[in-house]
């Protein structure tokens, strides 16, 4: 991508109808949800893991009582 110059700031931007906005939002509205959805569902799964994982790994907890845990927090 090349450097903006002044002039490519002066250039005029479309910007669509009312309508079609309402319209793109419309189709657009569901699939951001799911994503920040996805998100943070992402962030709690990650959470878990660090949780977890350290005391999985040093003995301190075993698998039966992770899930558990994993089955609480869900």
């Known amino acids: 991508m090349g450097h903006i110059q002044r002039k490519h700031l002066e250039e ?3 910007i669509p109808e009312s309508e079609e906005m309402v319209l793109l939002d419309s ?3 569901p699939l951001w949800d799911r994503a920040l959805l ?7 799964l990650a959470t878990l893991r660090d949780t977890l994982l350290p005391q ?3 003995g301190r907890l075993r698998v039966k ?3 558990k845990i994993v089955e609480d927090a869900t």
Do not use: F, K, N, T
């Open 27 to 29: 189709r657009i509205g």
């Open 56 to 58: 999985l790994m040093s």
């Open 12 to 14: 005029p931007v479309s």
């Open 65 to 67: 009582d992770a899930e």
């Open 38 to 44: 996805a998100e943070r569902e992402c962030l709690d």
